[in-house]
Every structure is written in structure tokens, then in C-alpha cells.
């Protein structure tokens, strides 16, 4: 299929062209015509599989291909909702990108940077306002923004803001917005139970898509889990950062301070190293993704609220340095790497004490995860893997790390789509009869 078969007008399809992309993914095959049609979309599809395309393009195309003669200051007609900051630069400039040959004007409005000129840019007047809900609801109570003349509403990534605690600014922001003719796309990485009761309290009878399973990951995605002593995971990290330090690598960690220490000292250790989390100002942060996406630093350190949203191409590798408290923030985590049928890597630096958080993490994913010691690295205690404490397990020994080929997948897309283990190892499965996917 190609997007002429979407039905997306002549001016989208010279920009998509522009860009390399001829061919849809999935999510945008399925999402695209529904949205054209005006219905509400209720979406689902793992992380970089080109959910801001299936939204932006049909959005572009409904309001701005033949723009209605208005008079008078322009009005916003499109609210895009997103839980960060960098999300909401990301799908500004996806806009930016898929609009070009259009008369469309978009701004940003988030936290972190002064309000003066998002206050400047909404006077002037804009088609498309990117938001986060906490800086909204600053420029509503300044009575700073018209939300009046929205015809489409976007929530993008909704999971997180509602993992992030928006529901109550959400809320407050969709009752301030018309109800009459209003088309709303709601687009998740998951379907939590709290998606579907948001969507059935603020949508008209949405149409469903579902590309992935819920908490699925990329197939694409080798697991490793790596077990060793809280005090030398840092050692440990650097021991396989040093086996290819041009390799570009994103690291979690599980706290602010946390990603600063480690971010100091693996830059002290020679690795080009930035690192971003909510204490960081809104220009370090641009600065130190900008850095990360040409190459300036190769390892990006994070935690897991900075790095939701994160469009990073051609990703080959995503380490956990601490395992997250949430199960389900592991499906986020990797899914910066393995996107649209590209190869990645997911590494985890497991300590004895974060064996219940490893337990729950096989549980959600139901498939194999290869454990192996690391020479020189080995814990003084294994794993506990069974759940009561005992019968810890001793894996296999440490080999050379896969170096998966990577093509080019902007907006986490396919080629022309937009928007080794040589030693013994040992294998672990999730519990087939718990928790489906």
C-alpha cells in the first residue's frame, strides 16, 4: 500500500516524498482513513511505529489542504496533548516536516522556558498548538489562550500523562473545549483499563485500532540480563560501554541525582556522556538530545519520565543500568531501540536485590531472556528467581555483545515509511499462565 492509496492530498504526498517515505506502517495504514473520515480514533501501537504520522497527516489534510476563509486574528483548530517536553518539540517539528508546503501555523507550550513568547505566538495567532497540560492550563487561567474554534483534539502518549498524574488537568482542559463537532484521537502505547474509561467519557463511539498486544514489545529486540554487585554495576557499565564506545547508547536510571552521577562519571571515564531528567532546564535538555541525535555524545543517560517520547533514530542499544520500579515502564524503556523492524539491543544490570522487579518484567514479557555472567563481574550471590528467596540461578558466562545493522528509520519508520553469545548461556521464560499480554 501507498499513501496515494490513503486518499492524502498532493501537497502531503510531495512532503512525505521529500522525505523518503512512500510506503505506510501499520499503525498509519489502519488510523489514517478512519481519522480522514472524521471519526473518533481510539489507537494503539508500540512505541516507533510512526504514531505521530498516522495523526498529523490526516489532521493536515482535513483542516489546512482547503482552508476555510476566516476573518479576523487566526484561531486555533488543533490541540496535540503531549506528557513531556521533548514529545511536544518532536511532534512540533514532525508538523513542521509533513506541512511544509502548507499554509499552517503551529507553537509549542510547555514548562521549563518563559512564557513571553508562547504568549507573543498565540497573540499572533496559530492553526496548532502543541501542549503539555500543565503550561495550558497556565496560559487558560491567564485567559492567554482561545480554545474555542478547536475542531481536533490529539492526545498523544495519553498512558503517560496519566501515569504522570495530568488526568485532573486533562480533564479540566478537554471541559473547556467545544463538544459539538469536535473529532478527538487518542493515541497510547498501551490500552489501560484508565485509557478506555478517558475515552469513554470524552469520545463519540471511537473507532479502535490495535497493532500491537498490550505490553508487547518489538520482536526485534534481543533481552540480556547481565547479573552483578550493586557496588560494580557502574564498572560494569563502563566495561561494555569501553567494548564499543562509538556504539550510541541510552541509559536508564532510576533517579534524578542517580543519572547525574553516573552521567559524571562515565564523561570522566572518556565516553561522551549528556544526561537528561526533569531537573535539567528545558535548553540543557534540548541541547543534550540535539547532542545525543548527531552524535556529539554517545551515551544518553535518563530517567524514564525525561525520556517517554524520545524519537531517536537508527537506536541500536538501550541499557537498564537500575531496573524500574513498573513493569511496564521496561516496555517503554526499550522501546527506544528495535523500532519498525530494525534490530536492537536491550541490556539490563541486574543486582540480587532488584530480583523481584526482574520477576515481574518476565511475567509481562512472556519470552526468553538470556541471563549471563560477565567475567570479572560475577555476583558474590546469584538471582533470586523463583520468588521465595531461594534456588537463585547461575548463568552462563558473558560473550561477545551482538553488533546488530540498523537502517535509517525516521519517526520510527521503515525504509520509506514515515512517521553473540559464543559461551554457554542459560534461558528463562515468563510463566505462560500469568498475566497475558
Not at 275 to 281: L, Q
Not at 289 to 309: E, S
Not at 359 to 374: A, C, M, Y
Amino acid at each position: 500500500m501507498s499513501f496515494e492509496l490513503l486518499g492524502l492530498s498532493p501537497a502531503l504526498l510531495r512532503a512525505l516524498a521529500e522525505q523518503g517515505y512512500d510506503t505506510p506502517t501499520p499503525i498509519q495504514a489502519e488510523a489514517i482513513p478512519v481519522a480522514l473520515s472524521g471519526r473518533d480514533l481510539l489507537a494503539s501501537a508500540q512505541t516507533g511505529t510512526g504514531k505521530t504520522a498516522a495523526f498529523a497527516l490526516p489532521l493536515l489534510d482535513r483542516l489546512f489542504v482547503n482552508p476555510q476563509p476566516t476573518g479576523g486574528k487566526r484561531k486555533p483548530r488543533v490541540l496535540i496533548l503531549t506528557p513531556t517536553r521533548e514529545l511536544a518539540a518532536q511532534v512540533h517539528e514532525s508538523i513542521r516536516t509533513y506541512g511544509k508546503h502548507l499554509r499552517v501555523h503551529a507553537t509549542t507550550i510547555f514548562g521549563g522556558v518563559g512564557m513571553g513568547p508562547q504568549i507573543d505566538a498565540l497573540r499572533r495567532g496559530v492553526d496548532i498548538i502543541v501542549a503539555t497540560p500543565g503550561r495550558l492550563i497556565d496560559h487558560i487561567d491567564r485567559r492567554g489562550v482561545d480554545l474555542s474554534g478547536i475542531e481536533i483534539l490529539v492526545l498523544d502518549e495519553a498512558d503517560r500523562m496519566l501515569d504522570m498524574g495530568f488526568l485532573p488537568a486533562m480533564k479540566r482542559i478537554l471541559n473547556v473545549l467545544p463538544k459539538q463537532n469536535r473529532q478527538t484521537l487518542l493515541f497510547s502505547a498501551t490500552f489501560a483499563d484508565e485509557i478506555k474509561k478517558l475515552a469513554r467519557e470524552f469520545m463519540r463511539d471511537p473507532a479502535e485500532v490495535q497493532i500491537a498486544a498490550r505490553n508487547s514489545v518489538a520482536a526485534t529486540v534481543t533481552h540480556r540480563v547481565h547479573p552483578v554487585d550493586a557496588s560494580r554495576k557502574r564498572d560494569l557499565l563502563l566495561h561494555l560501554m569501553a567494548q564499543d564506545s562509538r556504539r550510541q547508547t541510552l541509559v536508564f536510571s532510576r533517579t534524578k541525582h542517580g543519572a547525574d552521577k553516573l552521567a559524571t562519571f562515565l564523561e570522566k571515564s572518556g565516553l561522551r556522556t549528556a544526561a537528561i531528567h526533569g531537573n535539567k532546564s528545558q535548553g540543557a535538555r534540548t541541547r543534550a538530545l540535539a547532542d545525543f541525535k548527531n552524535g556529539k555524545v554517545t551515551v544518553l543517560v535518563a530517567t524514564d519520565i525525561a525520556a517517554r517520547g524520545l524519537d531517536i533514530d537508527q537506536l541500536p542499544q538501550v541499557i537498564n543500568f537500575d531496573l524500574p520500579m513498573v513493569a511496564e515502564d521496561y516496555v517503554h524503556r526499550i522501546g527506544r531501540t528495535g523500532r519498525a523492524g530494525a534490530e536492537g539491543l536491550a541490556v539490563s544490570l541486574v543486582a540480587r536485590d532488584e530480583s523481584r522487579l526482574l520477576r515481574d518484567i518476565r511475567r509481562l514479557l512472556k519470552q526468553e531472556i538470556t541471563i549471563e555472567d560477565v567475567a570479572g563481574f560475577e555476583p558474590h550471590e546469584p538471582l533470586q528467581l523463583d520468588g521465595n528467596g531461594g534456588g537463585g540461578i547461575r548463568p552462563g558466562r558473558h560473550g561477545a555483545p551482538r553488533n546488530p545493522n540498523h537502517a535509517r528509520r525516521p519517526h520510527a519508520q521503515a525504509p520509506k515509511k514515515p512517521h553473540a553469545t559464543a559461551n554457554k548461556q542459560r534461558q528463562w521464560r515468563g510463566d505462560r499462565d500469568q498475566r497475558k499480554a
